[in-house]
């Protein structure tokens, strides 16, 4: 289990910097944008297997979150947002053989050198075409599944389950008991089997949590409770 798991379990991480721009520099929006187009070209949708792209792999919000979860700890602190996003993303396509770490680090000093050097262009509205029924339409997480194990009311614990490289599981509600507050409708899958459980289509919680039984009475602000949805086999009765 990585430091970046128990965000919620730590303490003296420093100030909290509420940014209220969405980009704050100009390459932020471009990565954002090239994931957005990795995710409507994921070879895992219909659509997208229909369009003729060089892009012939599977890419979700899970995938995003694997590289950024695979960082060092003290890496994963020190960088920003997208920064985070531009390893990640920049690590998949080496590690997929669209480029050589030597190409891409050939590039990277070009454009440090002259940012005036042109960035690639190639006009595909069939991409364009995807890209936006992506955005229109998403990619819906919903299956067929068993009914839920739990109902409203019912006290849960939260299991302690193995270090995996991706987790859906706040590491700071591992082994906590909570109360289910609701039973969302439906089963819901997740974009990849993680190896901690999820994957296939399953129902999902909403539980609320006293925080004294998170962070112990001492911590805690008087009338507050927290609330977690989660998977059901991160629970247990």
Same mark, same amino acid.
């Given at each position: ?24 520099? *100009?390459?932020?929006?471009? %990565? ?39 960082? &060092?700890?003290?890496?994963?602190? !020190? ?38 050097? *042109?960035?690639?262009?190639?006009? &595909? ?11 229109? &339409? ?23 389950? +193995? ?16 109360? %289910? ?11 990849? +089997?993680?190896?901690?459980? %999820? ?11 006293? +925080?004294?039984? %998170? ?7 008087? &009338?507050?409770?927290?609330? !977690?949805?989660?998977?059901? !086999?991160?629970?247990?009765?």
């Amino acid at each position: 289990m990585k430091l970046q798991h128990h965000l919620g379990g730590l303490e003296g991480l420093g100030p909290v910097y509420l940014e209220k721009r969405v980009f704050v520099q *100009p390459w932020e929006e471009r %990565i954002f944008g090239i994931h957005v187009a990795m995710m409507a070209l994921s070879k895992h949708l219909p659509a997208a297997r229909a369009t003729k792209t060089s892009f012939r792999d599977h890419w979700t919000w899970g995938h995003l979150r694997t590289g950024a979860e695979a960082m &060092n700890p003290f890496d994963y602190f !020190a960088y920003r947002y997208y920064e985070k996003w531009l390893g990640g993303i920049s690590s998949f396509f080496v590690e997929k053989g669209y480029i050589t770490a030597e190409e891409l680090a050939s590039l990277t000093a070009r454009y440090l050198t002259d940012a005036s050097t *042109p960035k690639p262009q190639k006009a &595909n509205p069939a991409i364009d075409e995807q890209v936006v029924d992506y955005l229109a &339409n998403g990619d819906s997480p919903l299956g067929k599944g068993a009914p839920p194990a739990f109902r409203a009311g019912q006290t849960v614990r939260v299991k302690d389950v +193995p270090p995996v490289e991706h987790t859906r599981l706040p590491g700071h509600l591992r082994g906590k008991s909570g109360v %289910i507050e609701h039973v969302y409708d439906g089963a819901y899958g997740y974009f990849f +089997p993680t190896g901690d459980g %999820i994957g296939e289509p399953m129902p999902v919680y909403l539980v609320r949590f006293d +925080p004294a039984e %998170i962070w112990g009475a001492a911590k805690v602000e008087p &009338n507050t409770v927290v609330y !977690a949805d989660l998977f059901e !086999a991160y629970l247990e009765a």
